[in-house]
């Protein structure tokens, strides 16, 4: 007996052996189950997703003899005849190959005849949508009102191209694409009755590459058997498939994580060798960076059988959220701008280079910042342990001049002036950093003690100029002490997603230059905060604000007279503070 391939030895002839689609194939068989049958199904979907199928196993319910039901018996003479495609009163039509309205008007002249053997006469009429517009206008009048013994099954990939006043007398359904991890799943059942060993990054590979198709997967799995002289294992289908840039990207990414443009030209020159569609291995880039960016946020959502799954692991832990973001924009960016290029070895070694230089470089600012920052926060914190804080007053008329009370917090306003270098805005900051130099040599051993009492929590956050998801965990967070050199922070569970190494190593840097010396992080899981938090405070000031916009519009005589003269409304939505 010839061979015959996976896709058709184990086509479903039942629903119970359909993968997915279970949103089908509940209204299907509810409707046969309690006798509401329309006369036109119309089953649209990607190839490869069931449509045929499903609409043959319904052929085979509607003319069971042993009745309709959404189980046919599959040993009668019509469910054998339908299996084998040779049923009488299953007619089926290719309508890309009969496109004329001569051929569909010879086809709907046998429609008024009974049925020679079944049930039902079934039209099943696949990819419809390729018939033309006098075709569907014969069809129109036969599928509104056909005869009782009469059903249309029609199939199409393109429903757009179906005119509506198809679409409004046929019952639509949508197949979907199949998830990679149930492909994966079924190309492993029937490898498993094949008595075939096969490697599980294996199946992987093959139900991605099938994009939602099971018929595609299936025809790569004979393909992979055959290539691989009858088993299946990752390197023969990655050959196979032509992903051998697979490791390149993962070497690619490597390379940027360890800031080695040495290394990145190298990969890009063994790529070159390799004669590489830089497109493509630019889409492979963009989806391992998708996976590194849900290993950060939501590890749960990547499968653990993706190939590669412990490389991965370690660059989403040695890349922070902002670099996965930021090489994700710039990827995207470059794919679309590489053609513009003059050569797209070029092209694509100027997008490696900008993710080398355009990442952030917090952590190389902290030696340079951190040295003159002991004295003045010694001296800062000195008046402030001793309670008298008096030399503060003559800033404060300084502080109103510049932005308007009502704009800023209190907190916030500390902020400029605490980090501009120059001695305006603060005088007590830049007295202290005059008197550090001369200071500087017996000021090594007093470091330890050179921060007494620490600014409020809200201003440190300011001082340390984070960006990104640190700033958004820090603002989240309260204080919560200092011990020796470690920091306490508070955050409550529901932020629990903001955190991540990279980012927690971000703020203990930042920390560690804004108190001027090397402290070590410590955020601890809590219900709920006892004190506001930045994040909060920012929240209320908005409020506030907005409270006071709101009001000062409300109580302006020229809006009092535009309201009386027009009849209008003010839009509380339309007004915003001035900062």
């Known amino acids: 007996m010839s061979y015959q391939v996976l896709a058709r030895k184990y086509r479903p002839r039942i629903f119970a052996e359909m993968v997915g689609q279970e949103h089908v194939l509940r209204a299907l068989i509810n409707g046969l189950d309690n006798d509401r049958l329309h006369h036109a199904f119309l089953f649209t979907g990607t190839r490869g997703v069931g449509k045929t199928t499903v609409a043959r196993v319904l052929a085979k319910c509607l003319n069971c003899e042993a009745g309709v039901s959404s189980e046919p018996c599959g040993v009668c003479d019509a469910c054998r005849e339908i299996d084998q495609g040779r049923f009488v009163d299953l007619i089926e039509v290719d309508a890309a190959s009969r496109t004329r309205v001569e051929d569909t008007r010879e086809l709907l002249d046998n429609v008024q005849y009974t049925p020679t053997r079944g049930r039902y006469k079934v039209y099943l009429i696949d990819e419809v949508h390729m018939l033309s517009q006098h075709s569907f206008n014969a069809l129109l009048k036969t599928l509104e009102e056909p005869p009782p013994h009469v059903k249309f099954l029609l199939a199409t990939t393109d429903p757009q191209k179906v005119p ?18 149930l492909i994966a799943g079924h190309l492993q059942h029937v490898l498993e009755q094949e008595g075939i060993v096969a490697d599980n990054p294996a199946l992987t590979r093959l139900a991605r590459a099938a994009d939602g198709s099971l018929r595609d997967a299936l025809s790569l799995t004979d393909q992979a058997i055959a290539y691989g002289g009858g088993g299946v294992n990752d390197d023969d289908v990655r050959t196979m498939l032509g992903s051998m840039e697979d490791d390149a990207v993962l070497q690619l990414l490597e390379r940027l994580a360890a800031d080695d443009g040495a290394g990145l030209l190298g990969v890009v020159g063994s790529l070159t060798e390799r004669a590489a569609d830089f497109h493509d291995v630019l889409a492979g880039m963009l989806g391992h960076l998708h996976t590194l960016s849900l290993l950060q946020s939501v590890p749960g959502a990547v499968d653990d059988n993706e190939p590669e799954r412990e490389r991965l692991q370690a660059l989403a832990e040695s890349l922070g959220p902002e670099d996965v973001q930021l090489f994700y924009q710039i990827g995207l960016q470059g794919r679309r701008d590489l053609t513009l290029a003059p050569e797209p070895r070029a092209g694509f070694e100027m997008i490696m280079l900008r993710m080398l230089h355009f990442r952030p470089v917090l952590e190389q600012d902290t030696p340079r910042a951190a040295a003159p920052s002991p004295a003045p926060r010694a001296d800062r914190a000195a008046p402030s342990a001793a309670a008298p804080v008096k030399p503060k007053p003559p800033v404060k008329p300084k502080a109103p001049e510049e932005p308007p009370p009502a704009d800023e917090p209190p907190w916030f306003e500390a902020e400029p002036q605490e980090s501009t270098p120059a001695p305006t805005p603060e005088p007590p900051p830049p007295a202290a950093v005059n008197k550090a130099p001369p200071a500087a040599a017996p000021g090594k051993p007093e470091e330890p003690k050179a921060v007494t009492e620490i600014p409020a929590w809200p201003t440190l956050v300011e001082q340390m100029r984070l960006g990104g998801i640190s700033r958004a965990l820090a603002m989240h967070c309260a204080w919560g002490g200092i011990d020796d050199d470690q920091v306490v922070l508070k955050l409550e569970r529901v932020h629990t997603h903001l ?63 535009l309201k009386d003269l027009f009849d209008a409304e003010v839009i509380p939505d339309s007004i915003q503070p001035r900062r």
């Not at 006043?165 to 639509?172: A, E, K």
């Not at 927690?504 to 955020?523: F, P, T």
């Open 164 to 181: 509506v006043t198809i679409l409004s007398r046929c019952l639509q359904f949508n197949l979907k694409r199949l998830p990679a991890a």
């Open 499 to 561: 955190r991540n190494k990279p980012v927690e190593q971000r703020i203990e840097q930042a920390l560690s230059k804004a108190l001027g010396r090397k402290v070590s992080l410590n955020i601890e899981l809590v219900g709920e905060v006892e004190a506001d938090t930045p994040a909060e405070l920012a929240d209320q000031d908005r409020t506030r604000r907005q409270e006071a916009a709101e009001a000062a519009i409300a109580g302006d005589p020229n809006v009092r007279a």
